[in-house]
């Protein structure tokens, strides 16, 4: 039976929505073609009409996976107020939905430990992928410096990512994840305030620095 270009589109589209998902809960490890063509109601063998390997399916679902946070991050900051960018993706970050949303949340936290057992093509396409997720978060901070904004775009981003895996894993105990959330949120914006320049006291003017 031969499909139209937009059913082949469709189906595309859920094996490799289906593989992120599983990306995120389980790892590669958790990604079976079997099971994911069946949910696409195709044998095992149509896989290969629309991924060349499974190693190729799991470089996309990398890519898939990181292009939606910042697709998020961004939709996020230019809602916000002008000045408040930063802000609006921190705050919709750390909260207690995105940390019990695994599957559909961020892949950072995620991803990380998966990057030891990846191909060097993963980890170029995550790596090429953080850093325009961190030239994004630069261009929400208060004017700074272009190194100075960089590396607060980092500190921020591993705040974020750290609060959020924390917070998971202490899900146990509600008080103790919150907290943790809280202090996450306080922390990734605490490099975010303009910096105001000091006036020189007039009495200080025309003095020699010693």
Same mark, same amino acid.
């Given at each position: 039976?031969?499909?139209?270009?937009?059913?082949?589109?469709?189906?595309?589209?859920?094996?490799?929505?289906?593989?992120?998902?599983?990306?995120?809960?389980?790892?590669?490890?958790?990604? =079976?073609?079997?099971?994911?063509?069946?949910?696409?109601?195709?044998?095992?063998?149509?896989?290969?009409?629309?991924?060349?390997?499974?190693?190729?399916?799991?470089?996309?679902?990398?890519?898939?996976?990181?292009?939606?946070? =910042?697709?998020?991050?961004?939709?996020?900051?230019?809602?916000?107020?002008?000045?408040?960018?930063?802000?609006?993706?921190?705050?919709?970050?750390?909260?207690?939905?995105?940390?019990?949303?695994?599957?559909?949340?961020?892949?950072?936290?995620?991803?990380?430990?998966?990057?030891?057992?990846?191909?060097?093509?993963?980890?170029?396409?995550?790596?090429?992928?953080?850093?325009?997720?961190?030239?994004?978060?630069?261009?929400?901070?208060?004017?700074?410096?272009?190194?100075?904004?960089?590396?607060?775009?980092?500190?921020?981003?591993?705040?974020?990512?750290?609060?959020?895996?924390?917070?998971?894993?202490?899900?146990?105990?509600?008080?103790?994840?919150?907290?943790?959330?809280?202090?996450?949120?306080?922390?990734?914006?605490?490099?975010?305030?303009?910096?105001?320049?000091?006036?020189?006291?007039?009495?200080?003017?025309?003095?020699?620095?010693?």
């Amino acid at each position: 039976m031969r499909y139209t270009r937009d059913h082949k589109a469709a189906t595309h589209e859920k094996i490799l929505k289906g593989a992120v998902m599983r990306l995120k809960e389980n790892g590669s490890a958790g990604i =079976a073609i079997a099971e994911l063509m069946e949910e696409a109601g195709l044998t095992h063998g149509g896989f290969y009409a629309h991924f060349k390997s499974r190693d190729a399916l799991i470089e996309e679902s990398f890519r898939d996976a990181l292009d939606t946070t =910042a697709r998020r991050w961004r939709a996020r900051a230019e809602k916000a107020p002008k000045g408040e960018g930063l802000a609006a993706i921190v705050n919709g970050y750390l909260t207690r939905e995105h940390r019990d949303d695994v599957s559909g949340g961020c892949a950072l936290p995620a991803l990380g430990a998966e990057l030891a057992r990846s191909s060097t093509k993963t980890r170029r396409i995550f790596t090429a992928k953080l850093e325009e997720a961190i030239d994004l978060v630069a261009s929400q901070h208060a004017e700074r410096p272009t190194r100075a904004m960089r590396e607060e775009a980092i500190g921020a981003i591993a705040t974020m990512v750290g609060s959020l895996l924390l917070a998971r894993a202490a899900a146990a105990d509600e008080e103790l994840s919150a907290d943790i959330l809280k202090a996450g949120r306080k922390k990734a914006l605490a490099g975010n305030e303009p910096r105001v320049k000091r006036a020189v006291p007039k009495s200080a003017q025309g003095k020699v620095a010693r």
